[in-house]
């Protein structure tokens, strides 16, 4: 058996009154995520453990098995592990955002989805003027970056800018001890940004400036048990981001790249199919993650989310569907990771929909793939569902 899992990260989401109380997903054109439903079956997934944050990370851990309760450790880590930055034993790793921040309010927590090579302009003059020999910073993925602290003490408090977006920004600083060391970093830095000459083009060109860093999801180094210890399988995982990225990576899975996988609309679709189709003609399992439809909810944009849903569904989910038909002997699971709800512009931890098709699950007859139609089902735990979709019939 093969096996696809293929993630609309933040596509749930809530009625929305302009769509006549219908979610983006329901209104959505979605074919092929409906074939899957009519084909198989649907049901209702919880990826986030009673009082932990609804966070991405948090939720693809427990989608790929692994019950956060036990080893979740902070978001950080597992995108240094993407990275290559090794983790000394007494370090703290900080997801580092480029942010847009005017009047003391985050005005862009992506500082207006700011270019990978335009960041590492602005990462290079960070570590050039706010590293010291227990503060460094490391470059990621458009506004995606990492700074690794020594010796920080734990305790600490921090907010996802993403949360807070149109909000004052004073009630979301870190806090806790060592704060103040914190914030002082982060007051160097946005007197570092406020020079730059990228910025300066960035401002000419009418577009949001990096601003400022935002410092969160900190933790110590992680790891988990391989996908070939617990389940004797390999596989890849698919994803612009160096979260997904970093959880393949703890989980002995192996990270495949593909140019212009830019996590957001219009996205190289076909070459993470690609991407995919290889992967299963030599491995067991494939985890294709696009980030789109949680972007634009966070965005807050309608329109923009439901573009988000009908890429996905047209150039990710019809093409795996083609090429479960070729095949004959693979298995597709569809679901969000959790709900990115327009009218929040962040995460909520209700349970999601999720559907499947493939051997061994038994046509459900149902209509439509969206909440609505998964209403009524007992929702299971993410790890449950991933361990039922590897081992057992439906």
């Known amino acids: ?3 696809a899992l293929l993630i609309g990260d933040g596509m749930a989401d809530w009625p929305v009154a302009a769509l006549e109380n219908r979610t983006p997903l329901e209104y959505a054109r979605t074919p092929n995520m409906d074939r899957v439903a009519k084909k198989g079956t649907i049901g209702l997934v919880a990826t986030v453990p009673q009082g932990m944050p609804p966070g991405s990370d948090v939720a693809n851990l427990s989608l790929l098995g692994y019950d956060p309760m036990t080893y979740y450790s902070g978001r950080a880590p597992i995108e240094a592990a993407s990275m290559g930055v090794a983790l000394a034993a007494n370090d703290t790793a900080f997801r580092c955002n480029l942010v847009t921040i005017e009047n003391e309010t985050m005005v862009d927590y ?3 989805h700011i270019t990978t090579a335009e960041a590492h302009l602005i990462v ?8 010291t020999e227990t503060v460094r910073f490391f470059p990621g993925v458009s506004y995606r970056h990492l700074t690794v602290i020594a010796a920080f003490p734990e305790g600490l408090v ?3 800018p993403h949360d807070i977006s149109g909000k004052p920004i004073h009630s979301y600083l870190p806090q806790g001890e060592a704060a103040g060391d914190l914030l002082r970093l982060m007051q160097k830095a946005h007197e570092v940004l406020s020079v730059l000459e990228v910025n300066k083009r960035r401002r000419d060109e009418g577009k949001k400036t990096a601003t400022d860093i935002w410092l969160w999801g900190q933790g110590r180094a992680v790891s988990l048990p391989s996908m070939a210890q617990r389940y004797g399988i390999t596989g890849s995982v698919i994803s612009a981001v160096d979260l997904v990225r970093g959880l393949g990576i703890l989980a002995g899975l192996q990270v495949r790249l593909v140019d212009g996988a830019t996590g957001y609309l219009g996205t190289n679709y076909a070459g ?5 189709r290889e992967a299963l003609e030599e491995q067991d399992m494939v985890y294709v993650h696009i980030e789109a439809p949680d972007e634009t909810g966070h965005e807050g944009v309608l329109e923009k989310k439901i573009q988000a849903i009908e890429e996905f569904d047209a150039h990710i989910v019809g093409e795996m569907l083609r090429y479960q038909e070729e095949r004959g002997d693979l298995r597709i699971l569809v679901t969000p990771d959790h709900a990115t709800p327009l009218a929040i512009r962040t995460h909520s931890d209700e349970a999601i929909p999720f559907a499947l098709c493939g051997p061994g699950i038994a ?5 439509s793939y969206c909440e609505v139609s998964a209403q009524g089902s ?7 569902l991933f361990d039922r979709f590897i081992k057992r019939s439906w």
């Open 363 to 367: 046509a459900g007859n149902y209509a």
């Open 1 to 3: 058996m093969k096996y």
């Open 378 to 384: 007992p929702p299971i735990n993410g790890p449950e």
């Open 124 to 131: 290079k003059e960070l570590q050039k003027h706010c590293s």
């Open 272 to 276: 993470k199919v690609a991407a995919a």
């Open 158 to 160: 921090t907010t996802p």
């Open 110 to 112: 992506s500082a207006g």
